[in-house]
Each structure stands twice: as structure tokens, then as C-alpha cells.
Nanobody, 123 residues
Framework: EVQLAESGGGLVQAGGSLRLSCAAS????????IGWFRQAAGKEREGVSC???????FYTDSVKGRFTVSSDNAKNTVYLQMNSLKPEDTGVYYC?????????????????WGQGTQVTVSS
């Protein structure tokens, strides 16, 4: 069964850093894109970043220059390095497997999701 497991969330002060991990099982990263999404309390889930099966990366404007997505195919794990964190980055972060190899910021393009990891940035 396809599974995704996020880890690495926590509480950090503004300006700090966190690295999220997304461990994938029962499929390989060289065939599917992986997206990172976040959902703040009372808000819709939004796409944060995506890495395609070919290694191309995409970011929403609010995190460009601060977040970096990468993958380690040997470990079948995707990472989201988050630097210069802001209180507005607070939310539950999810990784998701795309239905194909291309990137998308829309949740409908993804068919499997992790359980999420909480990121809280204090001011």
C-alpha cells in the first residue's frame, strides 16, 4: 500500500529553521512528483512546493527564497528545508504523491497524502 510519512515539524521562533521529511513507500520518487501543502487553522489547504520526478522544483511566491525542496531517491524521501520562518508559515504541513510525474499546486492532482506534521512559528 502506498504510504507517505511526514516528520520534522515543531515549534520554532520567527527567523528559525525546520526541515521536514516525507518518507515514501510502495512507489519510487523517479516516477511521480511530490507536493508539499499546508493548511492553517480555518483556511484552505494551499500548495507550498513541488518536486517533479525529474527534479524540477516549484514554489509558491510566499516561500520563494526561503524554502528548498529536494529528494533523495536512494532513501525514497523528499525534504522541505524551511528557513527564515514567519508566523504566517504556521500550519499543518502535508506531503502528497501526484497522480503523475508533473508538478501541480492543486490538491486534486494528488492521490495519496501523509498524515501531516504541525509547524508552529512564534513571533
Amino acid at each position: 500500500e502506498v504510504q507517505l510519512a511526514e516528520s520534522g515539524g515543531g515549534l520554532v521562533q520567527a527567523g528559525g529553521s525546520l526541515r521536514l521529511s516525507c518518507a515514501a513507500s510502495e512507489f519510487t520518487l523517479d516516477a511521480y512528483a511530490i507536493g508539499w501543502f499546508r493548511q492553517a487553522a480555518g483556511k484552505e489547504r494551499e500548495g507550498v512546493s513541488c518536486i517533479t520526478s525529474g527534479g524540477s522544483t516549484f514554489y509558491t511566491d510566499s516561500v520563494k527564497g526561503r524554502f528548498t525542496v529536494s529528494s533523495d531517491n536512494a532513501k525514497n524521501t523528499v525534504y522541505l528545508q524551511m528557513n527564515s520562518l514567519k508566523p504566517e508559515d504556521t500550519g499543518v504541513y502535508y506531503c502528497a504523491k501526484a497522480r503523475g510525474y508533473g508538478a501541480s499546486r492543486y490538491p486534486q492532482a494528488y492521490d495519496y497524502w501523509g498524515q501531516g506534521t504541525q509547524v508552529t512559528v512564534s513571533s
